[in-house]
Structure formats: structure tokens, C-alpha cells
């Protein structure tokens, strides 16, 4: 298969697994971002990848050619840490031609591959510049070019926003994303923020304590989170316990929710709903019973946060979809079955 194979790969360290048997397929050019939270083995992975880390057992395979035991430098890959490492006392056009200089390529050789990256991060003319005097998302610009001057054939970042500030970080990840699809060069990219892994990822990889939970499209993770550990940690949702009345029907806090067909077996299970799916309504006519217990307006978007059956429902809704509710005041909770998500428990 063109592109890259993760086959059953273990990391152990002593008696602890760090990554637990993942298996993954990712098609040539498609940019993962692997995500989850700390300590769950994405740097791990990525570090096996990358040939930093040698896997227990699995294997690694890139364009049909089995890599899992080719040193680093011979795997042709392009890296970016959280710490960029610049040679802070090179100049730009230094710094970007760093591995073509070690690999023998003449002057005019490094000037034009230099040059054609300047272009391509959008720094053109800025060969010259003392790296030291560079802005934190220029400095994260050049740190991308040297990784790509060799053109890689597999594109590895680990962390690599961290360090810039909320705004600047939201430009380079449409940024990234632009360029590797421009390039068509397979991108990994490690982190812990599920707004950038949706911003830039075709592929989103949850992961969690060693296992991949989910791998689909950042989309998929969202509208159809595999268990609640995925639907908790993508967005803000609501996870609700659901059972079978006598009826069979599908029942969320005493209300019975028409159209939502529950696994057969009738075991326990819960929900997942979005807070901009939930909708408020006047109580009564069948819907869940609540009272309001907070507010919260961020201008764009009004919180209401609802209490029923000892739960906290969060509803989501622009100022004209709301309507006018109160701290104190009852409401009737709309699930529609068509945004539940039933969840394996
Ligand atoms: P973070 O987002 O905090 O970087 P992560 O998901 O990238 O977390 P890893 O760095 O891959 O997690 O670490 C996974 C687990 O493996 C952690 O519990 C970590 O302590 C452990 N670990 C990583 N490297 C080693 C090592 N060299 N020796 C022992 N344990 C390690």
C-alpha cells in the first residue's frame, strides 16, 4: 500500500505499555493528527515513526518497504518538535539548507531549493535574516521549510503550535494545512488540542491509555464518537444514561425519546448529545423535565445550563434561536433521536 502501515505496534517500557497494539492505515498524502490526552502514547507513536524509538513488537511500513529497522536518517522524513530547534546563530537561507549542505549539494543547488521554499512559507526574501530576529511564527515557517528541503516522503510534528500564542496558532494551522495540501506529503502532526486536530487533520486518531479508540474523519469523531471517552473529549457534550422502559422504548431521564432505537440485549447504556443540538421548549408535551441553574452569554452563543433528575443539561444556541430563559425558571429539554448518539457503555 502506498502511503504508511502502523502494524500491531507495542511499545512497552519495563511492565508499563505506552502504545498497545495499534494498527493503522493511512493512505499517501492524507494528513493524521493524533490526538488525546497527556500521557496516552502519542509521542511514543510518533517517535517510532520517526525511528527515535524502537517498537517491542509491530511493524512499520512506508510505500510498501518495511522501515522498522532502518535507522532514522535513512527513513527520508521530515520532523518538527515543540522546540523548533533553530540553529539560532545561522541565518534563514542557513538554517533551511542545513541537511542539503551535509548531503553535498552545491551553492546554487541550496539557493534555489532556499528559495523555492522561502516562497512556499511565504517568507521570500528573508534568506539573509539572523533566525534570532525572527517572530515566533515566522521562526515556526522556517523550522517547517528545513523539515521539508529534502522533500521527505513522510512529514512528522510533534506539538508543533505549543509554543505560540492562541491567535497566531490558529493562522498556522490553516497555514499547515494549505501547504501539506499543496504538497501532498503524508503529515503526522501529535497534539493535545482537539481544535487544531479538527482544523487541519483528514484523519483524526483518538487515542487513549495506548489504544486508538477512534480513527475517522475529525466529521465522523464528532457526529459519531465510537464510546464516551471519544464523545467527552471532542467538544463539549452531554453523556446521559438511557434504558428501556417496560415498553421497550428508549427512556433519558423518565422521558421517553420516540425514534431512538437502543441495542438490543437491553443493557445499560448512555448517550451522547451535542449542547447545540439540545433544544429548550416550554415543559410539558412529552419533553424532560428541568429547571434553569445558569446562564452563561459569550455573545455569539448562550450556555444554558438546565438541571433534570440530578443531571446538568447544557444547551447551546445563538441569541435569536434561544428563547428568553431565566435562573429559576422550568423548561421542557428536547433531545432529538436523531442527534443521540447511543454509546456503548
Ligand atoms: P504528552 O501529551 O504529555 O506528551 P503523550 O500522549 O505524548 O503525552 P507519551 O510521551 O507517548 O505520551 O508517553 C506515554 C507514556 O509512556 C507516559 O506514561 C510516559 O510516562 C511513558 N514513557 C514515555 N517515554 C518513556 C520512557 N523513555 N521510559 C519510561 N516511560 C516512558
Redesign the pocket.
Known amino acids: 500500500m502506498s502511503g504508511l502501515s502502523l502494524n500491531d505496534i507495542t511499545k512497552e ?2 511492565d ?1 505499555k ?1 502504545v498497545d497494539n495499534v494498527a493503522l492505515n493511512v493512505p499517501h498524502g492524507t494528513f493524521v493528527c493524533l490526538l ?1 490526552p ?8 510518533l517517535r517510532m515513526i520517526a525511528g527515535l524509538e524502537e517498537p517491542t513488537s509491530g511493524r512499520i511500513v512506508i510505500d510498501d518497504e518495511d522501515i522498522t529497522a532502518v535507522p532514522t536518517h535513512k527513513r527520508n522524513l521530515g520532523m518538527v518538535f515543540q522546540s523548533l530547534a533553530l540553529f539560532p546563530h545561522l541565518s534563514v537561507g542557513d538554517n533551511i539548507a542545513y541537511s542539503l549542505r551535509i548531503r553535498g549539494a552545491s551553492k546554487q543547488d541550496q539557493q534555489k531549493r532556499v528559495d523555492e521554499l522561502l516562497k512556499l512559507i511565504h517568507l521570500p526574501g528573508f534568506a539573509d535574516r539572523p533566525v534570532a530576529k525572527l517572530s515566533g511564527g515566522q521562526r515556526q515557517r522556517v523550522a517547517i521549510a528545513r523539515a521539508l528541503a529534502l522533500s521527505p516522503r513522510l512529514f512528522l510534528l510533534d506539538e508543533p503550535m505549543s509554543a505560540l500564542d492562541a491567535k497566531l496558532r490558529e493562522s498556522m494551522q490553516v497555514e499547515l494545512r494549505q501547504l501539506q495540501q499543496k504538497l501532498g506529503i503524508t503529515t503526522i502532526v ?1 497534539t ?1 488540542d482537539q481544535r487544531e486536530a479538527m482544523t487541519m487533520a483528514d484523519l483524526v486518531v483518538v ?1 487513549g491509555e495506548g489504544r486508538i479508540r477512534q480513527a475517522a474523519a475529525p466529521v465522523e469523531i464528532y457526529r459519531k464518537p465510537a464510546d464516551a471517552f471519544v464523545a467527552d473529549f471532542i467538544g463539549s457534550t452531554n453523556l446521559l444514561p438511557v434504558s428501556a422502559d417496560s415498553a421497550g422504548r428508549a427512556t433519558v431521564l423518565g422521558s421517553a425519546i420516540s425514534g431512538l432505537t437502543l441495542p438490543s440485549g437491553g443493557s445499560k447504556a448512555s448517550i451522547s448529545v451535542r449542547p447545540e443540538d439540545v433544544h429548550l421548549t416550554a415543559p410539558g408535551n412529552g419533553a424532560i423535565d428541568g429547571t434553569v441553574t445558569f446562564v452563561r452569554d459569550l455573545g455569539g452563543t448562550i450556555e444554558t445550563f438546565v438541571e433534570a433528575g440530578g443531571k446538568t443539561i447544557i444547551a447551546v444556541a445563538t441569541p435569536r434561536e434561544r428563547p428568553e430563559v431565566k435562573v429559576g425558571q422550568s423548561v421542557g429539554i428536547v433531545l432529538p433521536p436523531e442527534s443521540c448518539v447511543v454509546l456503548k457503555s
Open positions: 517500557f519495563g508499563f505506552a488525546g497527556s500521557g496516552c502514547g502519542k509521542t511514543t507513536l501529535v493535545h487515542m
